[in-house]
């Protein structure tokens, strides 16, 4: 029994396809990648509307949809990045916390960081 040069039992135009496939698979990660890039590029005040922050703290951060929630303008940075941190992870858990953890997973630790930046900067 004799094999073909190629040795395999592919058919023909079978390298093509897999040619394709694997160019398909280069421009989704190109795509994926611009779309991170963009949101790695967004900043913080992008980030509290895209992210719905608005909707629970007010636009402007004083302003929470029910009294309960916290009025978080003009806080230190750093504190509302540790706050919003330990709500993500579970460190801080409370009364309220279910309903800001449940933002938290759509969020990563350097939006955080640039969202309490934001929060800081605005009016308290
Ligand atoms: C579904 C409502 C809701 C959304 C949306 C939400 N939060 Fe919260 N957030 C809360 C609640 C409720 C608390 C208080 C949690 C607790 O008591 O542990 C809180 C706490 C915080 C705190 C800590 C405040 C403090 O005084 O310790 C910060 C900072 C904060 N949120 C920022 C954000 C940012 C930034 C976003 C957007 C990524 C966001 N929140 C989205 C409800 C929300």
């Not at 280069?26 to 967004?42: H, R």
């Amino acid at each position: 029994m004799t094999r073909g040069k190629s040795g395999g039992s592919q058919p023909p135009g079978a390298s093509y396809l897999k040619e394709k496939a694997v160019r398909a698979g280069y421009i989704a990660v190109i795509v994926v990648g611009a779309l991170m890039a963009s949101t790695a590029l967004a900043d913080g005040a992008s980030l509290f509307k895209e992210r719905t922050c608005w909707s629970c703290h007010g636009k402007d951060g004083k302003h929470p949809l029910i009294p309960d929630y916290p009025r978080i303008a003009g806080q230190g940075a750093a504190y509302a990045e540790r706050q919003m941190l330990d709500i993500k992870s579970g460190a801080r858990s409370n009364g309220n916390s279910a309903a800001m953890k449940g933002v938290m997973v759509i969020v990563t630790d350097e939006e955080i960081k640039l969202l309490a930046q934001y929060v800081s900067t605005l009016d308290p």
